[in-house]
């Protein structure tokens, strides 16, 4: 069985030429709106039309690839905007990355050029040239031929976690998104009156999402600020602000988003959701509808997409195939299932992407030839599934034991084989765990010699990959367990306990009253007093909910604001309060410590 949605009207006309269009159309009207700045139409144009010239004079051209590494604003969209003007592709990057992996994926994608807003972090680049938003507003003069765009153009590369230790850069191209944004606008009847909002992180192909099929039809893109990016409260009142009619949030965030108090006046009309397994139906009464969403990063943002019916109590299904999408459910000899047998998601259609950079092998092992219809591919997603009777597809885990951690594709093999280059770890097994806030990664460990803290390997991990792939567990093993066949057994690795982990540092008590008041926000958001100022957060059980929690307190303690990331780069209490000193700055180096008492106590 394969259901496929035709598509109406080709989605044809590349997404920069849609965008410059609805520039020139509504010149007057706002395009991007954050940190205070509203950005109109005629702004984008012309801004875009400037780091375009910046970037020609730099070299870059069609064919050339931009590491497009700002942070979250108007300059990243501007700046991606102008590198298509040019007839080049962009390299999403996130610069809040370890630097080794910056490194990596610049090297292994061939950038020509790194666009970052602190040029510093470009040292390890590999020489690669870089530049920054002031540079291309200052360098940026003169008319730059822009050359058509085809549909096999490429557009972005995105990488994504890859089993063998080596990230996997999956190619997306014009065509691609073109059916993507056709595809979103007319099914969600997105008009030059909606207001959407960008919350995504900059790694997560839903951050294409959120952005250009909203330019695409001369709408309004909201950045939503970092505080409300991980709070449920707060992302409400921004979307209430903002007047926001569309909005999109990770699974978990959108969970809890449909449990608060909404008014019946809420202008937000849809909430689209995605990234992780949907568990939570939304209560009747509520002003928006819910949608599901999925779709791995292959297959262009969206491969299926369906509403979730308020009230309901069954787990929601992934929806159905997108316009211009199909989808099989094949078994393990290849070939179709009926209804209600499980099988592996694979897509077929505008949405699969040209494949992975610079990995052939790769490439041909996921996007296979389609039997059924020659000359097309389908892509094997790994994801299990099986249909409804009434077409919709229901999602039932992995094949293998990728995961999905805060949205992101987390690939347990690459961690195990990065943490193996530590010189004190003879071999490593990486899984994953469920915990009331979502799942969490356990790292085993056969050590040699003398065994290192966690701490030390947290550190290590934390220097090489991203946030999400670090693991919040690591236990010590005399050996891994293996089959009769002297493969892994993952059935047999114990699960996590004060038992068989690793050492972690011994517990001290706070030195200074900023530590003293960051210890007891941790104890009072970890329920337990076991908690000393050099235990890791991450290593206590902690994860991004209850993160959330610990930065929100001790922001609004210290009068400073506070992030995930503050607290992933600084997870000890010794650590943040170092941090907040920073940001309070020499105010709270004045202080007294009668006056630090009153500040933090009221």
Not at 84 to 106: F, I, K, S
Not at 201 to 212: N, S
Request: contains cysteine.
């Amino acid at each position: 069985m394969a259901v496929t949605q035709q598509d109406e009207d080709g989605g044809t006309v590349p997404v920069p030429a849609q965008v410059l269009a609805r520039a020139q159309l509504f010149a007057d009207r706002p395009a991007i709106c954050g940190d205070g700045v509203v950005l109109s139409y005629a702004a984008l144009l012309a801004d875009s039309a400037r780091y375009a010239a910046a970037l020609h004079a730099a070299g870059i051209g069609p064919g050339r690839l931009v590491g497009l590494g700002f942070g979250r604003g108007a300059p990243r969209l501007v700046a991606l905007l102008a590198t298509w003007r040019l007839g080049a592709a962009a390299v999403m990057l996130d610069a809040g990355w370890p630097a080794r992996r910056l490194a990596q994926v610049v090297a292994e994608a061939g950038c020509d050029l790194v666009l970052l807003d602190d040029p510093a972090v470009v040292d390890g680049l590999a020489g690669v040239p870089a530049r920054t938003p002031a540079m291309l507003r200052e360098d940026g003069a003169g008319d730059v031929p822009f050359p058509a765009l085809a549909p096999d153009d490429l557009a972005y590369v995105i990488y994504t976690s890859g089993s063998t230790g080596r990230p996997k850069g999956v190619e997306v191209t014009h065509g691609n998104l073109a059916a993507l944004v056709a595809w979103h606008n007319r099914a969600f009847a997105v008009s030059e009156h909606d207001r959407a909002t960008h919350l995504a992180g900059l790694a997560f192909d839903a951050a294409i999402w959120e952005v250009w099929p909203y330019l695409a039809a001369g709408a309004s893109v909201h950045l939503v600020p970092e505080p409300a990016r991980g709070s449920a409260e707060r992302l409400r009142d921004c979307l209430l602000d903002t007047r926001a009619t569309i909005a999109f949030a990770p699974t978990l965030l959108a969970e809890q988003l449909v449990g608060l108090a909404w008014p019946a006046d809420a202008d937000l009309r849809l909430l689209l959701t995605g990234g992780d397994r949907l568990r939570a139906t939304p209560p009747a009464g509520l002003p928006f509808a819910m949608v599901n969403n999925y779709g791995p990063t292959e297959c262009t943002v969206v491969a299926t997409s369906g509403p979730v019916p308020p009230g309901g109590t069954d787990i929601p299904s992934i929806g159905r195939p997108i316009t211009g999408n199909y989808v099989r459910i094949l078994g393990e000899d290849g070939a179709a299932l009926p209804p209600g047998a499980v099988g592996e998601i694979c897509v077929g259609g505008r949405g699969v992407a040209r494949g992975y950079r610079h990995q052939p092998e790769a490439t041909a092992a996921a996007f296979v030839p389609d039997p059924e219809i020659p000359g097309t591919r389908l892509y094997r997603t790994g994801d299990l599934g099986a249909w409804r009777a009434d077409g919709a597809i229901d999602f039932h885990g992995r094949v293998d034991h990728q995961l999905k951690i805060r949205g992101q594709r987390v690939e347990p093999d690459e961690v195990a084989a990065v943490l193996t280059g530590h010189p004190q770890v003879r071999a490593a097994a990486v899984t994953g765990i469920d915990r009331p806030g979502g799942v969490v990664l356990a790292a085993y460990v056969e050590i040699a010699g003398a065994p290192p803290a966690a701490e030390e390997l947290h550190a290590f991990l934390a220097d090489r990959l991203p946030d999400w792939s670090v693991p919040a567990h690591y236990v010590a093993l005399a050996q891994l367990p293996v089959t009769a066949h002297g493969k892994l057994d993952r059935a047999a690795l114990p699960d996590p306990s004060d038992d068989n982990a690793l050492p972690t540092a011994v517990h001290a008590g706070a030195a200074s009253i900023v530590e003293e008041r960051l210890l007891a926000i941790l104890q009072e958001v970890m329920g337990t007093s076991d908690v000393g100022v050099d235990d890791n957060f991450f290593l206590l059980g902690g994860h991004s909910l209850l993160g959330t929690q610990v930065v929100l307190r001790a922001g609004a303690a210290f009068g400073v604001e506070l992030t995930l990331r503050h607290l992933f780069h600084a997870p000890t209490v010794r650590a943040l309060a170092l941090v907040i000193e920073e940001l309070v700055g020499d105010a709270v180096a004045a202080l007294s410590e009668e006056e630090v008492a009153e500040r933090v106590h009221g």
